[in-house]
């Protein structure tokens, strides 16, 4: 397997699903004609496994929250393409026709606590009762599909996207109301405009404050959910 395929991804092999009209390379379609099942499990999962993901090795020594980087075309990649999603199809969806090639006795004692003790620090009562074995992977790959890996590309186009939401928006009323609620008030007071202004002075105020406060909440929502 990384002697034939060394040089294949996951993302060449499910160019046949998602991208039609991109011809699959013929080590690719070789792939798809003589392996697939299991393999394309494996394949899968070293897509995960790449040197331009830098990651701080204290990630796996202590808390989850070290800091950690993770390339955004890289996640776009996992994301479209699914990346992981096969923990649930071969653990569940077709888990009766591979569960004989799937030898979880032959993984040690010491394995079994740690992928356990990893999930449990995940989200601990979603695994606090599950055994190591199918269902364990069952429910992580769904966690990380439709969960873990959505919100982290969230995250990854927040902080790549410039200034959060809520700011951009403050920074515009403020940008409105300096010379609605200090310039032209100021110019009137020397005779430099005619008192009508004041009157578009406080309406405009009052309709940016009006404005802020029916937006200001939905907006900041929004950021924390995210």
């Not at 009209?21 to 798809?32: G, K, M, R, Y």
């Not at 990346?83 to 009766?96: D, I, N, R, T």
């Not at 004989?100 to 990893?118: L, P, Q």
Request: charged share 20%; net charge negative.
């Amino acid at each position: 397997m990384e002697h034939t395929y060394k040089q294949l991804t996951h993302y060449d092999v499910r160019k046949s699903v998602f991208v039609h009209s991109t011809p699959l390379s013929p080590l690719a379609q070789q792939f798809i004609d003589k392996e697939g099942g299991l393999k394309s499990l494996y394949l899968q999962l070293r897509s995960f496994f790449t040197g331009n993901v830098p990651h701080d090795i204290h990630m796996y020594q202590g808390e989850f929250d070290s800091h950690a980087y993770f390339d955004h075309d890289q996640l776009d990649l996992w994301l479209t393409f699914e990346s992981g999603h096969g923990l649930y199809y071969y653990f569940k969806a077709e888990y009766v026709n591979y569960k004989d090639s799937i030898h979880f006795d032959k993984i040690s004692h010491h394995d079994h606590e740690f992928a356990k003790e990893h999930c449990m620090r995940i989200d601990p009562e979603r695994y606090r009762n599950v055994a190591f074995g199918n269902k364990l992977y069952d429910l992580l790959g769904q966690q990380f599909t439709a969960d873990l890996l959505p919100r982290l590309h969230n995250l990854s186009v927040t902080i790549t996207g410039g200034l959060p939401s809520p700011v951009r928006m403050l920074s515009r009323l403020l940008t409105l109301l300096i010379p609605l609620g200090i310039i032209i008030p100021f110019l009137v007071s020397l005779q430099l405009l005619p008192v009508w202004c004041t009157v578009l002075s406080i309406s405009g105020t009052i309709a940016l404050l009006i404005h802020l406060m029916l937006t200001l909440h939905q907006t900041l929502s929004g950021e924390i959910k995210m």
